[in-house]
T-cell receptor, first 114, second 114 residues
Framework: KNQVEQSPQSLIILEGKNCTLQ??????????LRWYKQDTGRGPVSLTIMTFSENTKSNGRYTATLDADTKQSSLHITASQLSDSASYICVVSDRGSTLGRLYFGRGTQLTVWP | EADIYQTPRYLVIGTGKKITLECSQT?????MYWYQQDPGMELHLIHY???????EKGDLSSESTVSRIRTEHFPLTLESARPSHTSQYLC?????????????FGPGTRLTVT
């Protein structure tokens, strides 16, 4: 069964600290992996998209890594800010259909305290 | 910020009422999607469209229906709302070509059926 599992479910950190969020997936065949940021009451916004051949991609203070062999990804946030408080969702796409089906994780709820 | 809009943002309505959730995008995207998301849970695809006059059901069974008469417009209708329909509904769009294709999400409609 194709699944995307994220950990931790929730995380609280102090402003200025770094953190790392984890994503494990069983989706096959694999096409690409995305990290989205979803603010409360808003739609998800894309942070990074990585294909099979990419093992790291950065977007400002966000750095995503991908290990396609172990089917794991991580999202590292550097020097956290209050505005980083949000849900971070890992999404994996397969190649098994014309649609390129997306499998969503439940997200990690990050809270940054001052 | 993606040019995809949803109205209303919040809706509280009584059981048995007919409702239409509006979604429009100004990016000229052919593909459009509707997702349902409950608090703390993953997004589930309920409808999608490849273009005008194309509509398909997604992975999660839904009593809602959709139409695609114009490229930019993808409304979702519930003929008779029930409390089980209470959820957040997210609309998204993407280009027809390109791998990986980026999905842009609207802000969502939070529906409460009393």
């Amino acid at each position: 069964k194709n699944q995307v599992e994220q950990s931790p479910q929730s995380l609280i950190i102090l402003e200025g600290k770094n953190c790392t969020l984890q994503c494990n997936y069983t989706v096959s065949p694999f096409s690409n992996l995305r990290w989205y940021k979803q603010d409360t009451g808003r739609g998800p916004v894309s942070l990074t998209i990585m294909t099979f051949s990419e093992n790291t991609k950065s977007n400002g203070r966000y750095t995503a890594t991908l290990d396609a062999d172990t089917k794991q990804s991580s999202l590292h946030i550097t020097a956290s800010q209050l505005s980083d408080s949000a849900s971070y969702i890992c999404v994996v796409s397969d190649r098994g259909s014309t649609l390129g089906r997306l499998y969503f994780g439940r997200g990690t709820q990050l809270t940054v305290w001052p | 910020e993606a040019d995809i809009y949803q109205t209303p943002r919040y809706l509280v309505i009584g059981t048995g009422k007919k409702i239409t959730l509006e979604c429009s995008q100004t990016m000229g995207h052919d593909k459009m999607y509707w997702y349902q998301q409950d608090p703390g849970m993953e997004l589930h695809l309920i409808h999608y469209s490849y273009g005008v006059n194309s509509t398909e059901k997604g992975d999660l069974s839904s009593e809602s229906t959709v139409s695609r008469i114009r490229t930019e417009h993808f409304p979702l209708t519930l003929e008779s709302a029930r409390p089980s329909h209470t959820s957040q509904y997210l609309c998204a769009s993407s280009k027809q070509q390109g791998d990986p294709y980026e999905q842009y999400f609207g802000p969502g409609t939070r529906l409460t059926v009393t």
